[in-house]
């Protein structure tokens, strides 16, 4: 059973920097075949896709996005990373990780609430 | 990218009556070479994160119920609860895994 859990700092300055770290158990990001994704939803909204790492270097990311996001694993420690840049108070939301064998997401993190305020 | 819809946004269905959530994608979600379709439909309880319930429009996904039932083909998909529990109150989102960016639909919120 693949177990997920998501951390960092709950409250970001405007323009800086938001970074997040998924230690994952249960399963490795260096095995290869599967995806491993940032998902976020913005309070009482729905989901939104931000990207993927998949055979521990292939990225893909959401275009709205632009080059603010960055996705990176540490295999050493089995931790999947997520860094966005230039936050604004629109970044403001759950961040999920969630991985699967395909397009979908069969596991699931329970969340981390990133909230972006002076 | 592709458009998700999900209708209705709300529906109330008396326990042990049927929900039925319907899903509409811009493009057809439809691959001919292996005749399946590249939809997934999640739960998602408060405070929860999302559950998977099917991919490829209609596989279920492990330990889901067999009231839960996906149905549908190239751009038109339901979600059918045939007898809904107390349980199964939640919001239930559409997403295409078909192409990237991958997106999901608005959600549509079950109640009692």
């Not at chain 1, 959401?62 to 603010?68: D, E, F, I, T, V």
């Not at chain 2, 493009?27 to 379709?37: A, D, E």
């Not at chain 2, 895994?97 to 990237?100: A, F, L």
């Given at each position: 059973q693949v177990q997920l859990q998501e951390s960092g700092p709950g409250l970001v300055k405007p323009s800086q920097t938001l970074s997040l770290t998924c230690t994952v158990s249960g399963a490795s990001i260096s095995s290869g075949g599967y995806y491993w994704n940032w998902i976020r939803q913005h309070p009482g909204k729905g989901l939104e896709w931000i990207g993927y790492m998949f055979d521990s270097g292939i990225v893909y990311y959401?275009?709205?996005?632009?080059?603010?996001v960055t996705i990176s694993a540490d295999m050493s420690t089995n931790r999947l990373s997520l860094r966005l840049t230039s936050?604004?108070?629109?970044?403001?939301a759950v961040y999920f990780c969630a991985v699967g064998e395909e397009y979908w997401f069969d596991y699931w993190g329970q969340g981390a609430l990133v909230t972006v305020s002076s | 990218d592709i458009v998700m819809t999900q209708s209705p946004d709300s529906l109330a269905v008396s326990l042990g009556e049927r929900a039925t959530i319907h899903c509409k994608s811009s493009?057809?979600?439809?691959?001919?070479?292996?005749?399946?379709?590249y939809l997934a439909w999640y739960q998602q309880k408060p405070g929860q994160p999302p559950k998977l319930l099917f991919y490829w429009a209609s596989t279920r996904a492990s330990g889901v119920p067999d009231r839960f039932i996906g149905s549908g083909s190239g751009t038109d998909f339901t979600l059918t609860i045939s007898s809904l529990q107390a349980e199964d109150v939640a919001v239930y989102y559409c997403q295409q895994?078909?192409?990237?960016p991958l997106t999901f639909g608005a959600g549509s919120k079950v109640e009692i």
């Open positions: 959401n275009p709205s996005l632009g080059s603010r936050v604004t108070t629109a970044d403001t | 493009q057809s979600l439809l691959f001919s070479p292996n005749h399946k379709n895994h078909s192409k990237g």
